[in-house]
């Protein structure tokens, strides 16, 4: 057991560029249940400073090599109690590094049906094969005569037997396979058909009716859409190797005689292996590795879209929040009109209504009096628009409403509303609003997200946000698992107000469940607000290690202990007025003083349990208390007049919000109702490798039109300060979020006549 510690330790200590005693602490830490914000904030003098990037890898790593050494555990006995475990195959066993190498070992002592092989070695045929493959000389049919039987009436049946149990040797030998594994990957091309008959039904693939490309370099996006056009029986996809190989041996082929030394010209036997070489490679191995290499790329196409997604979550819900300040949000429909809700400054829920100033009714000057009126009932100072249907001429009827007030005047924003009709009807909303109508909830979440996105967007499946890639089509697990730890992170880093937040919010706080969040807003009613943060462990069921694990991130602003109100933790509070004192000043009058705190030397406070990283992050916190990490607000102006994908015309410079961020360039929306595409050619004038390292989801950027497409809805924009060609920068009309759908889609792109040729080529070659 110590031996399986220690490797892996080892292991992940050189994947995540640590020692080996910091990932040993780590692992010993969340064994006792610490969580990584936790770890990564407050754990530092223990794990050296690990942060919470390398502690998630380290988490994901640890679940996964624990899962090895288990798998290698389970395969040494079976193979034990076979009586078949030597020196030699346990040594093959503790080296293997991935579970395809375990599996690779264990193939021929697996338990499986009887096969021909087993049924050839029942009738003595073992012996003839061995003999074959030990002296090339023989001449194999006259060798075969002297194993004839009931059973084996003939030298045909008896070569024919031999031949199964040879195959079923070449395909079992564990070192070979991984060696035609590895060929594989890096000469093997997967090549996508149209299924005929599909061409209508399957237009959207149509990049894919005849393609091929590299295994190795199949992208992330191209992988997922292949595999999901033949998910749904469009197309037909195939792993292909040295098919342009005209030698009379493949390589493969080669591969297999090379490693019995079988030479490609020679003696009878050595003719009659070859052929059995080429049989085991068409009819064992080749199918088994193809079928190996399609669940590779699934598996590595999953990884990298969960991964575009974890990352596009996080910075959504990062992203600047516009503030404690009355909202009003506005839901918008055509026939069954636009949903209207107010907010106060904390979300609190003031006024409802219906207004439709679209056909049929068409009531514009009673729409606008309804607005005006609750915007000077509640003097609202946002206005939050939902960006689905409606929403730009929404937009338009909020600028009259807004020129038609007396000063000061509110501040229109158009907001994603993803996700927003899952939570209107999810039991949380009820809970929260049981009075209100379903329809109308989800002018309130819009209301809200505006003011606070994290706070409001924790509430919803992040799924349903609205911001992957081919999420549907992904491994529900592994991205459940990813999103949560995005979540988790995001709203530890922000912290959490405690007597505001909602068990949503909290639930997400380190060491804190659904159940302890419910128990901490049930004593907040009962008690009234919390005044210090030792009062949590009044709270039924939150006993001193939860405790631990949560004060730290949850601040209470105006308590009677203000170093409650930032990130510095209760159980270090001794340090920080070591500090105070050393300054000879009132702990709030210190916080906030920039120059005094920098003019001290953090090692005079470092003590047996409090280390110098802890100590400067205390001065940090008493410099900005808590500080926000989250970017200042600002929000995209769309373009008068632009309102549809038709009215756009190439050349043009507009202003957008960048909605989604994938390998291959960034989405856009530009007020269109159909978020554009920047390829990643067009980020900049400069090579980028990854477009995540340039724009986030949420950033205001201004674009240029570079090509539309009305009919398929592609919209392809550049970033570029230089005029783009076809020939110079190739872009490529992107498909996003169709705004007419209740679920945005998910967002894609495809080539389209000579620039999406010139794309195409591009993408290929990088």
């Known amino acids: 057991m110590a031996t399986d510690t220690n490797r892996i330790t080892r292991t992940i200590a050189t994947e995540i560029q640590a020692r080996p005693e910091q990932v040993k602490v780590a692992i010993s830490l969340l064994d006792e249940g610490a969580t990584v914000p936790f770890v990564a904030r407050y754990r530092k003098e223990a794990t050296g400073g690990l942060d919470d990037t390398q502690l998630r890898q380290l988490e994901e790593r640890l679940a996964y090599l624990r899962e090895l050494e288990a798998r290698r555990q389970s395969i040494s006995e079976s193979i034990a109690n076979q009586g078949k475990l030597t020196d030699e195959i346990a040594g093959k066993i503790a080296e293997a590094a991935t579970k395809a190498e375990l599996e690779d070992i264990y193939l021929p002592y697996r338990p499986k049906r009887r096969t021909r092989a087993e049924i050839a070695r029942e009738r003595g045929l073992g012996v003839l094969a061995e003999a074959i493959l030990a002296d090339r000389k023989v001449i194999p049919e006259e060798l075969a005569l002297a194993y004839l039987s009931e059973d084996v009436p003939d030298t045909k049946t008896a070569l024919e037997g031999a031949r199964d149990i040879l195959t079923e040797t070449f395909a079992e030998n564990a070192d070979l396979v991984g060696r035609l594994r590895s060929y594989l990957q890096g000469h093997a091309m997967l090549r996508s058909r149209l299924v005929e008959g599909k061409e209508t039904a399957g237009e959207k693939f149509s990049d894919y009716f005849d393609h091929c490309e590299l295994w190795s370099k199949v992208p992330s996006h191209r992988a997922l859409a292949m595999l999901r056009g033949r998910n749904e029986d469009v197309l037909s996809l195939s792993i292909e190797v040295d098919v342009d190989d005209t030698s009379a041996i493949k390589p493969a082929e080669r591969m297999i005689a090379e490693a019995y030394d079988i030479p490609l010209q020679g003696e009878p036997a050595d003719i009659w292996l070859l052929d059995i070489a080429r049989w085991a490679w068409r009819v064992k191995l080749s199918l088994h590795l193809s079928l190996d290499l399609m669940n590779d790329l699934r598996e590595r196409a999953e990884k990298e879209a969960i991964l575009v997604f974890a990352r596009n979550l996080k910075d959504l819900l990062l992203a600047a929040p516009a503030g404690s300040r009355p909202t009003m949000g506005l839901d918008p429909g055509i026939r069954t009109g636009v949903k209207v809700a107010v907010v106060?400054?904390?979300?609190?829920?003031?006024?409802?209504?219906?207004?439709?100033?679209?056909?049929?009714?068409?009531?514009?000057?009673?729409?606008?009096?309804?607005?005006?009126?609750?915007?000077?009932k509640h003097g609202v100072e946002l206005i939050a628009i939902g960006n689905g249907t409606a929403s730009r001429e929404t937009d338009r009827l909020a600028a009259d409403v807004i020129a038609s007030l007396p000063g000061p005047k509110p501040i229109k924003v158009v907001v994603s509303e993803a996700g927003a009709s899952v939570y209107s009807a999810s039991a949380l909303a009820a809970a929260e609003m049981p009075d209100l109508d379903v329809s109308l909830r989800g002018a309130v979440s819009i209301a809200r997200r505006l003011q606070d996105p994290l706070a409001e967007l924790v509430k919803i499946d992040p799924k349903s946000i609205g911001v992957g890639q081919y999420q549907h089509d992904v491994n529900q697990a592994w991205l459940a698992r990813s999103l949560d730890a995005v979540v988790e992170d995001a709203v530890n880093a922000v912290g959490v107000d405690l007597?505001?937040?909602?068990?949503?919010?909290?639930?997400?706080?380190?060491?804190?469940?659904?159940?302890?969040?419910?128990?901490?807003?049930?004593?907040?009613?009962?008690?009234?607000?919390?005044?210090?943060?030792?009062?949590?462990?009044?709270?039924?069921?939150?006993?001193?290690?939860?405790?631990?694990?949560?004060?730290?991130?949850?601040?209470?602003?105006?308590?009677?202990?203000?170093?409650?109100?930032?990130?510095?933790?209760?159980?270090?509070?001794?340090?920080?007025?070591?500090?105070?004192?050393?300054?000879?000043?009132?702990?709030?009058?210190?916080?906030?003083?920039?120059?005094?705190?920098?003019?001290?030397?953090?090692?005079?406070?470092?003590?047996?349990?409090?280390?110098?990283?802890?100590?400067?992050?205390?001065?940090?916190?008493?410099?900005?208390?808590?500080?926000?990490?989250?970017?200042?607000?600002?929000?995209?102006t769309f373009a008068e007049g632009i309102d549809d994908i038709k009215d756009l015309k190439p050349g043009m410079t507009l202003e957008g919000t960048v909605t989604n961020v994938t390998n291959f360039g960034a989405f856009v929306d530009i007020?269109?109702?159909?978020?554009?595409?920047?390829?990643?050619?067009?980020?900049?004038?400069?090579?980028?490798?990854?477009?995540?390292?340039?724009?986030?989801?949420g950033d205001v950027v201004k674009v240029r039109v570079v090509e539309v497409d009305v009919k398929r809805k592609r919209i392809a924009l550049s970033m570029r300060t230089q005029e783009a060609t076809p020939q110079s920068a190739p872009a490529r009309a992107g498909r996003g979020n169709n705004r007419e759908q209740a679920r945005p889609k998910e967002q894609s792109a495809s080539s389209h006549g000579a620039l999406g040729a010139a794309l195409a080529e591009a993408m290929r070659r990088r």
């Open 344 to 376: 106060d400054a904390t979300g609190k829920l003031l006024d409802t209504a219906t207004i439709y100033p679209f056909q049929p009714r068409n009531d514009v000057v009673g729409a606008m009096a309804e607005l005006g009126r609750l915007i000077r």
């Open 499 to 636: 007597n505001t937040a909602s068990a949503a919010l909290l639930s997400r706080v380190s060491g804190l469940s659904t159940s302890l969040a419910d128990a901490i807003i049930v004593h907040r009613d009962l008690k009234g607000a919390f005044t210090n943060r030792r009062e949590l462990l009044d709270v039924h069921r939150l006993g001193p290690r939860t405790f631990e694990l949560c004060a730290g991130f949850l601040r209470i602003p105006h308590g009677t202990e203000p170093l409650d109100a930032a990130s510095v933790h209760p159980e270090a509070y001794g340090v920080a007025r070591k500090i105070v004192a050393a300054c000879g000043r009132d702990l709030r009058s210190l916080m906030g003083d920039t120059a005094t705190l920098k003019s001290l030397n953090p090692a005079q406070f470092v003590d047996e349990r409090f280390g110098l990283p802890t100590v400067r992050d205390i001065l940090l916190e008493l410099e900005k208390p808590g500080r926000d990490p989250r970017p200042e607000f600002k929000t995209a």
């Open 671 to 697: 007020g269109v109702h159909q978020d554009g595409l920047v390829h990643i050619s067009q980020l900049a004038d400069r090579f980028v490798k990854e477009p995540n390292d340039l724009v986030k989801a």
